[in-house]
């Protein structure tokens, strides 16, 4: 069983700030990447940013030098720290982990966790 427990989500004015943070844990092999995607209603599921255990990073265009994400190797943990944050940038954020586990290589999701922007 693999384990994805995030926090850090809420609400916040536009142009304020949030950190969500994402711990990993269970029967953990080998992780490739970890990242976050966001889902707002009644559209589909998109990536925001992810990170592969050798650091390299990708970034939706639309939070590209507002987002930074970073992860602790050690720790299977993985940030998401959130500047400048937009009424659009509105959704439930999900962990998403990229490994080997029990069995074989696949996508592991959180349970995901509300960003909220608002006035």
């Known amino acids: 069983q693999v384990q994805l427990v995030e926090s850090g989500g809420g609400l916040v004015q536009p142009g304020g700030s949030l950190r969500l943070s994402c711990a990993a844990s269970?029967?953990?092999?080998?992780?490739?990447?970890m990242g976050w995607y966001r889902q707002a209603p009644g559209k589909q599921r998109d990536l925001v940013a992810s990170?592969?255990?050798?650091?390299?990073?990708n970034y939706a265009d639309s939070v590209k030098g507002r987002f930074t994400i970073s992860r602790d190797n050690a720790k299977n943990t993985v940030h998401l720290q959130m500047n400048s944050l937009k009424p659009e940038d509105t959704a439930v954020y999900y962990c998403?982990?990229?490994?080997?586990?029990?069995?074989?290589?696949?996508?592991?999701w959180g349970q995901g966790t509300q960003v909220t922007v608002s006035s």
């Open positions: 269970g029967s953990i092999f080998t992780i490739y990447a």
């Open positions: 998403n982990l990229d490994a080997y586990g029990l069995h074989t290589r696949r996508d592991y």
């Open positions: 990170i592969t255990s050798g650091g390299s990073t």
